[in-house]
């Protein structure tokens, strides 16, 4: 039996720090510990949300509860991942991105804004964006260059379909392919002006494959750490976690938090909707793989313990 990637000590020492630069923001993510990215859309079709934010105040005040939980960075959606959506006008996506990304970097916050498309790409960038998350696999080189302009991160997603599209593709070898698909793009954005260390490597779970083909992908994080550059999953509600275990979307909680552990050895961002229990949950675990010291406690407290709600 293969021994499971969370457990493994040959590979948290094999791979060490990696430090991402992007737009004024240093990230040094480590093996154990991964940075939490947390998720605000500001369009109103995203099917994972539970609830749809209208204003831009609502969804700043989103976005910083999650800083205060525990996010390291703020992913702004901007189109519906829907595929079977109606297309948003890239005017309307920027008139709604804009206003957000401007108060979260005001605020001091680093900001992901997830788009295939350069034109809204640009419009965050100008305003301060530290991570274009462009779910199109760098179908467009131009993001790649406008990264590079403003010194911000690019984050390479593995997809092999246009955006929107809906598709279930059968590899011969999946992992084989999102190699080939990363030396590819990665070449093309390094030829852009964008250096290694603002690169972000995304295997893209649910991206045009079966469940089975996230799992060999999954299985394949150690081949992929081995690059040298972050990783980011999006660990959040996932399909292939639902096929296991039949919950509806919005009830996958667990299924994230068991994406989440099986990532966790390889330094990157998990990009969750659930940013406060999966932020207590690397507490946890980060305090019992001695990675953080045991925070000061107060045995007199009684909100810590079972009596304070009256229960034995």
């Known amino acids: 039996m293969t021994t499971p990637l969370h457990l493994d000590p040959r590979i948290v020492d094999a791979v060490g720090v990696v430090t991402l630069t992007a737009a004024g923001h240093r990230f040094d993510l480590a093996p154990g510990a991964p940075a939490v990215m947390g998720i605000v859309n500001t369009n109103p079709g995203s099917f994972s949300d539970r609830v749809h934010l209208a204003s831009t105040a609502a969804q700043y005040d989103l976005a ?4 205060e939980a525990g996010a390291a960075i703020i992913d702004v959606g901007t189109d519906s991942g829907v595929a079977y959506g109606d297309p948003i006008a890239l005017d309307t996506q920027i008139r709604r991105a804009v206003p957000l990304v401007r108060r979260l970097v005001a605020a001091g916050v680093p900001v992901s804004v997830d788009t295939p498309f350069v034109e809204v790409a640009t419009a965050v960038l ?3 964006a530290a991570l274009v998350n462009d779910v199109s696999g760098l179908a467009d080189p131009a993001i790649a260059r406008a990264c590079a302009a403003h ?3 690019l984050v390479i997603l593995h997809t092999r379909v246009p955006h929107k599209q809906e598709a279930f593709l059968v590899y011969d070898d999946v992992v084989a392919d999102v190699e080939s698909l990363f030396d590819e793009r ?3 954005a390094l ?3 964008l250096t290694a260390d603002r690169i972000v490597l995304d295997p893209g779970l649910g991206y045009a ?3 089975e083909d996230d799992l060999s992908v999954l299985r394949a994080y150690p081949t992929f750490a081995a690059r040298g550059s972050a990783i980011l999953t999006g660990a959040s509600r996932k399909y292939y976690a639902g096929v296991i275990t039949s919950a509806a979307p919005p009830d996958r909680l667990p299924e994230t938090l068991a994406t989440v552990e099986t990532v966790r050895a390889f330094p990157g961002f998990v990009r969750v909707h659930d940013v406060d229990a999966v932020s207590r949950y690397l507490a946890v675990r980060e305090t019992l793989d001695g990675r953080r010291a045991l925070p000061a406690y107060d045995t007199s ?5 079972w ?3 009256g229960r034995r």
């Open 191 to 193: 030829g852009e002006g």
């Open 307 to 309: 009596v304070a709600s």
């Open 186 to 188: 990665i070449d093309v």
């Open 301 to 305: 407290d009684p909100s810590l313990k």
């Open 64 to 67: 910083m509860a999650q800083v």
């Open 126 to 128: 100008a305003e301060g």
């Open 209 to 211: 494959k079966r469940p």
């Open 151 to 153: 010194d911000a991160a």
